[in-house]
């Protein structure tokens, strides 16, 4: 359903060890808004809920709830470091179009 690259993983993987609270894995979910008509939503999260699709990438657990699945299967998540700014990339193929700040999609 989501495919983390190496980057994601390491990245994951240090966040979840300083992590202030226990936390199991990541949870990405999709919701209403954004500048094209949805938006990501990623953190970290303590468990999975009983819903959730739990994807595990080298001991990175991601969770993903009921109603985000159909807009989020077969995308893939990176972490890119450039000169401005650096954080997660989302390679979408269900997003019809994708704004400026790759955060949003429609």
Known sequence: MIT???NAVAIMKAALSRAAEPAE???IMVQAGGCA???YLMGLESMPREDDTVIEADGVKVFVDMASQPQVDGMIVDFV???DSSGFVFDN???RE???CG???G
């Open 93 to 95: 193929p269900n997003a």
């Open 98 to 100: 994708k704004c400026a």
């Open 81 to 83: 470091t450039g000169i």
């Open 25 to 27: 894995g990541f949870r």
């Open 4 to 6: 983390l690259t190496e």
């Open 37 to 39: 008509g949805f938006k």
């Open 103 to 105: 955060k949003s999609f």
